[in-house]
């Protein structure tokens, strides 16, 4: 056994401060989350059961960061995570429930009511004919009718061409009193919904995270063992942007493969590799196809890896050998783990972390899964 180097973490560390002409108000805390995803702070929710699900990946990718939803799940529980996080909001709904002109009453309640919305066009093959809205619905007695019997029909539809701006939508809205323009192409083929609920979320959100869709980003956390496949399979075809493979040793073969594998079958997908703690790690992650690295082996307030195994690296040391390794390969860095004051955060990026990944800090929000228990006049997330 031999010392290879004294180490640091958090605690072991100040910043000096220095002059500065930025005032707080003018601070920019854009960052990366990996290659090709920006973050508008540098904040990512830990894929814990007892931190993320959809609920806190929506609240934290409205304020510009994003959440992983954790793998503590069936594939299609996790998969369901996903797409309520992609569905939340959207420029243009692209692929919106629809239902033939035929379909009871009954029917389109029940579509409504389980999906959580208000209306859905009513189409014809490819043929836009109509839509109906929760105002028709509201008080209707016959069940059993048709949907075309209460709908708006199609020659008096609110539409808008496809690539119409904003304000042009906006104008449709506000004339009209409704809060859904259905967009169509040419040939009057529905191609997408605007609703009013996602223009407001987009101007009370002005620094959400989103795709180019104007959908809120989400990640979701991925193992190497058996039915990996078809849970990666099944959260691509959710529309998750990033894929974690997340375990506690990333320097391992099967972390190598999965990352690989991931990349090889489904390119257009953003991976993250980790918890790694050394340089080696990261230029073999690196080599592997990874778009991001996780730094971080047990410094997390519940981690017992160092405590179990008596394996991991000082956190500051670790973030601050990673940085060097991954200079010049335009690969994003992800602290993970050991934040227990704003402070860290700062101390973190400082080191050469882009973004920091939470957990502890997180895990007693509102948001975050789990029961507020009163406990001698206290209250806690259980």
Known sequence: MRIIQEALTFDDVLLVPAHSTVLPKDVDLKTRLTRGIELNI????????????????????QEGGIGIIHKNMGIEEQAREVRKVKKFESGIIH????????????????????????????????????????RDLRFETNLDAPVS??????????????????EEVQSLLHKHRIEKVLVVNDDFKLRGMITVKDIQKSRDYPNACKDEHERLRVGAAVGVGAGTDERVAALVEAGVDVIVVDTAHGHSQGVLDRVAWVKQHFPEVQVIGGNIATAEAARDLVEAGADGVKVGIGPGSICTTRIVAGVGVP?????????????????????D??????????????????????????????????EVELYQGRSYKS
């Open 42 to 61: 540098p904040l990512v929710s830990a894929a814990m059961d007892t931190v993320t699900e959809a609920r806190l990946a929506i609240a934290l990718a």
């Open 95 to 134: 692929d919106p429930i629809t239902v033939p002109p035929n379909t009871s009453i009954r029917e389109v309640l029940e579509i409504t009511r389980s999906n959580n919305i208000s209306g859905v066009p009513v189409v014809d093959g490819e043929d836009l004919v109509g839509i109906v809205t929760s």
């Open 337 to 370: 783990g050991g934040v227990r004051f704003s402070g860290d955060l700062a101390k973190a990026i400082a080191a050469g972390a882009n973004c920091v990944m939470i957990g502890g800090m997180f895990a007693g929000t509102d948001e975050a899964p789990g």
């Open 149 to 166: 019997t209460i709908m708006t029909p199609k020659e008096r539809l609110v539409t808008v061409r496809e690539g119409a701006s904003k």
């Open 315 to 335: 956190q500051i040391t670790a973030i601050d050998n990673v940085r060097q390794a991954l200079e010049g390969t335009d690969v994003p860095l992800i602290a």
